[in-house]
């Protein structure tokens, strides 16, 4: 496979999740966990017939660490997002989880022969600045709201943490994925069971975007993702997820869910340009 080829596929992803907000909503009331265990079984039949054509050994020679490590970033990851948009507004939500291609470039810099330079931080404040206009346009908002935004923050740092401690994992195969969606899937289960109540889709839209979700952003998106970091261009990826907030609040507007206004718009811009400064200097550097 070339290097064009597997960033073409990585990016494939970033579309992907640019829907992840969008089918999200469509999918309530089903509740965080019970949601997570559905979407997680879709990705892992999809994971099953990936390996498939490799072969089911290739997953034996890989460490139960990554398997852990890959299960608890998944599973954390999404019951925080699921979570954060069952309390929170829905753009505002999407655009500050979506912090997390600033953060992927900021950690980065943690990593061995990296350093922060200054149009790092300069990228860092302008897409803080880009949230708190989010938090500020609101006004005053009741405890379930914050607690939200908070979860959304949160999950932004989940997964920046799961992509830059997966590039030290360039030698572990894509299939191993599959592994991390069954066992998330099985954590949901048990976690619904003991802490939740059964709340099945609504309507043929309802079960849709379940469907959805488990196909692609919580399904094929995380194998071409793995793809694309692995074997692509990760600089170009790392630019080309910076529009991930962006497609999604346009998404949301087309939909008809959010209504267009200022503040959104600003905000968005304020973090995307934020993140993209981050990455220029990544590049720059490189």
Same mark, same amino acid.
């Given at each position: 496979?070339?290097?064009?080829?597997?960033?073409?596929?990585?990016?494939?992803?970033?579309?992907?999740?640019?829907?992840?907000?969008?089918?999200?909503?469509?999918s309530a009331p089903v509740p965080p966990f019970?949601?997570?265990?559905?979407?997680?079984?879709?990705?892992?039949?999809?994971?099953?017939?990936?390996?498939?054509?490799? +072969?089911? @050994?290739?997953?034996?020679?890989? %460490?139960?660490? *990554?398997?852990?490590?890959? $299960?608890? /970033? #998944?599973?954390?990851?999404?019951?925080?997002?699921?979570?954060?948009?069952?309390?929170?507004?829905?753009?505002?939500?999407?655009?500050?989880?979506?912090?997390?291609?600033?953060?992927?470039?900021?950690?980065?810099?943690l990593l061995p022969g990296e350093r922060l330079?200054?149009?790092?931080?300069?990228?860092?404040?302008?897409?803080?600045?880009?949230?708190?206009?989010?938090?500020?346009?609101?006004?005053?908002?009741?405890?379930?709201?914050?607690?939200?935004?908070?979860?959304?923050?949160?999950?932004?740092?989940?997964?920046?943490?799961?992509?830059?401690?997966?590039? +030290?994992? @360039?030698?572990?195969?894509?299939? %191993?994925?599959? *592994?991390?969606?069954?066992? $998330?899937? /099985? #954590?949901?289960?048990?976690?619904?069971?003991?802490?939740?109540?059964?709340?099945?889709?609504?309507?043929?839209?309802?079960?849709?975007?379940?469907?959805?979700?488990?196909?692609?952003?919580?399904?094929?998106?995380?194998?071409?993702?793995?793809?694309?970091?692995?074997?692509?261009?990760?600089?170009?990826?790392?630019?080309?997820?910076?529009?991930?907030?962006?497609?999604?609040?346009?998404?949301?507007?087309?939909?008809?869910?959010?209504?267009?206004?200022?503040?959104?718009?600003?905000?968005?811009?304020?973090?995307?340009?934020?993140?993209?400064?981050?990455?220029?200097?990544?590049?720059?550097?490189?």
């Amino acid at each position: 496979m070339t290097r064009t080829k597997a960033t073409t596929i990585g990016f494939t992803a970033v579309l992907m999740w640019s829907l992840l907000a969008l089918f999200t909503i469509g999918s309530a009331p089903v509740p965080p966990f019970q949601l997570n265990a559905m979407c997680f079984a879709i990705g892992g039949l999809i994971g099953l017939a990936w390996t498939a054509r490799a +072969g089911f @050994g290739v997953l034996r020679a890989v %460490s139960w660490k *990554v398997y852990a490590f890959g $299960t608890l /970033g #998944l599973f954390g990851y999404h019951f925080l997002y699921f979570t954060a948009f069952r309390l929170a507004p829905t753009a505002e939500t999407g655009l500050i989880a979506y912090l997390w291609p600033l953060f992927i470039v900021l950690l980065s810099g943690l990593l061995p022969g990296e350093r922060l330079t200054g149009q790092h931080v300069l990228g860092a404040v302008v897409a803080f600045a880009g949230a708190a206009v989010i938090v500020l346009a609101r006004g005053g908002e009741d405890e379930g709201s914050a607690l939200g935004l908070g979860l959304a923050f949160l999950c932004a740092l989940t997964w920046a943490g799961y992509s830059v401690v997966s590039r +030290g994992l @360039g030698a572990v195969p894509t299939e %191993s994925v599959t *592994v991390f969606c069954l066992a $998330t899937a /099985g #954590l949901s289960v048990v976690a619904h069971l003991a802490l939740e109540e059964t709340v099945w889709p609504t309507g043929v839209l309802g079960w849709g975007a379940v469907l959805a979700l488990g196909v692609g952003p919580v399904g094929a998106a995380f194998f071409t993702w793995d793809i694309g970091m692995k074997r692509g261009d990760i600089q170009l990826l790392g630019v080309a997820s910076y529009a991930a907030p962006l497609l999604s609040t346009l998404a949301l507007v087309a939909a008809g869910i959010t209504a267009p206004s200022y503040a959104i718009g600003i905000a968005a811009v304020l973090i995307a340009g934020g993140a993209a400064l981050a990455a220029r200097a990544s590049a720059k550097k490189a």
